[in-house]
């Protein structure tokens, strides 16, 4: 069963969109004008993605390593902040834009697992083991709490 929507970038491509897991190299990922028809440019995004996957479980890591020092600096956990202060404070915000930077990277990791490659795939799952390998083991808690999905 042939899962070709029938759009014009699928038919110049040579590379239809499936929707159950499959193999090869001639893939779209995330935009028509990103199609890997040949086998080096496929394992070259492969590669990436591993890579982007391992970086994602270093800035979790990162996060967690910022949040952590920035209440160990503030003292006593009792030392009260007002809201102003708490919100323009510059730790804050660079949370937030790397929180920002995140939720971005782990839509894009979840998008590269949805075209159903399971190279792609598996460079993701990888990645993410991976990195957590490296950077898991040095975590302050088995709960992270700038982290509310994975």
């Given amino acids: 069963m042939d899962h070709n929507h029938g759009g014009p970038d699928d038919m110049e491509m040579g590379c239809p969109m499936q929707m ?3 193999g090869g190299s001639c893939e779209v990922i995330l935009f028509p004008s990103w199609a ?3 086998v080096g440019a496929f394992i070259g995004a492969t590669i990436g993605f591993f890579l982007l ?21 503030r003292g006593t956990p009792n030392d009260k902040r007002t809201l102003r202060e708490a919100l323009l ?19 894009l990791l979840m998008l590269i697992v949805m075209t159903y490659n399971y190279w792609l795939c598996l460079a993701v799952v990888l990645g993410a083991m991976c990195g957590y390998y490296v950077f898991g083991w040095v975590r ?11």
Avoid: I, M, W
Wanted: aromatic share 10%; hydrophobic share 35%; glycine share 6%.
């Fill in 20 to 22: 159950s897991f499959h």
């Fill in 36 to 38: 890997t028809t040949e």
């Fill in 53 to 73: 996957a391992f970086a994602y479980e270093g800035l979790k890591y990162g996060r967690e390593l910022l949040h952590f020092s920035d209440a160990a600096g």
């Fill in 89 to 107: 404070s510059r730790t804050h915000l660079v949370q937030t834009l790397l929180h920002l930077l995140q939720v971005s990277v782990s839509y």
């Fill in 140 to 150: 302050n808690s088995s709960v992270d709490p700038t982290e509310h999905c994975n």
